[in-house]
Antibody, heavy 123, light 111 residues
Framework: EVQLLESGGGLVQPGGSLRLSCAASGFTFSSYAMSWVRQAPGKGLEWVSAISGSGGSTYYADSVKGRFTISRDNSKNTLYLQMNSLRAEDTAVYYC????????????????WGQGTMVTVSS | QSVLTQPPSVSGAPGQRVTISCTGS?????????VHWYQQLPGTAPKLLIY???NRPSGVPDRFSGSKSGTSASLAITGLQAEDEADYYCQSYDSSLSGRVFGTGTKVTVL
């Protein structure tokens, strides 16, 4: 079964750091780009960051550029999101999502999603 | 603010047809980038509903269909069912932002 399982969320103070993980199973992890997508409480979806299958290319939304770092360990089938200088507006459920096999371009669809992990930034 | 605009809500009676629009611009949908649609049931993760403008992944009922024209895309749900009550999001890529973008989201209510 294809599955993504996020972990690492929690409560952190403004200015603090947190590292999210996403364990993948059931597919050839290194063959697919992966993304992080977040959803603030009661709000819509916001794409945060993406990384190519090899890990050689990374992309960020302007709202997190310079503060968040996406990475992956293909030997461990795991995706990461290092979040630094956290702000209250980063409070959200963070989902990891797999790019589908339908295209290899930047307009790829997300065919598999994890269950999400909650990040709360508050003093 | 999202660059893809959707109506906040649409509603319909069971069995009816509803459509959700996704309006973009020349830097995203109008530039030829694919549009995808997701369904998010309350308290759950989004689920891919339509990919590549009009294609359904395996297991998605053919009551759901997608289309794209110019700088807009649409999702249609025919034969509306109670289980279709959810939030729906479109998604594409924006070359000006150099990133993936989601629509503002539409809540579908079955009357």
């Amino acid at each position: 079964e294809v599955q993504l399982l996020e972990s690492g969320g929690g409560l952190v103070q403004p200015g603090g750091s947190l590292r999210l993980s996403c364990a993948a199973s059931g597919f050839t992890f290194s063959s697919y780009a992966m993304s992080w997508v977040r959803q603030a409480p009661g709000k819509g979806l916001e794409w945060v960051s993406a990384i190519s299958g090899s890990g050689g290319s990374t992309y960020y939304a302007d709202s997190v550029k310079g503060r968040f770092t996406i990475s992956r360990d293909n030997s461990k089938n795991t995706l990461y999101l290092q979040m630094n200088s956290l702000r209250a507006e980063d409070t959200a459920v963070y989902y990891c999502a797999k790019s589908g096999p339908y295209s290899s371009g930047p307009d790829d669809a997300f065919d598999i999603w994890g269950q999400g992990t909650m990040v709360t930034v508050s003093s | 603010q999202s660059v893809l605009t959707q109506p906040p809500s649409v509603s319909g009676a069971p069995g009816q047809r509803v459509t959700i629009s996704c309006t973009g611009s020349s830097s995203n949908i109008g530039a030829g980038y694919d549009v995808h649609w997701y369904q998010q049931l309350p308290g759950t993760a989004p689920k891919l509903l339509i990919y590549g403008n009009s294609n359904r992944p395996s297991g998605v009922p053919d009551r759901f269909s997608g289309s794209k024209s110019g700088t807009s895309a649409s999702l249609a749900i025919t034969g509306l069912q109670a289980e279709d009550e959810a939030d729906y999001y479109c998604q594409s890529y924006d070359s000006s932002l150099s990133g993936r973008v989601f629509g503002t989201g539409t809540k579908v209510t079955v009357l």
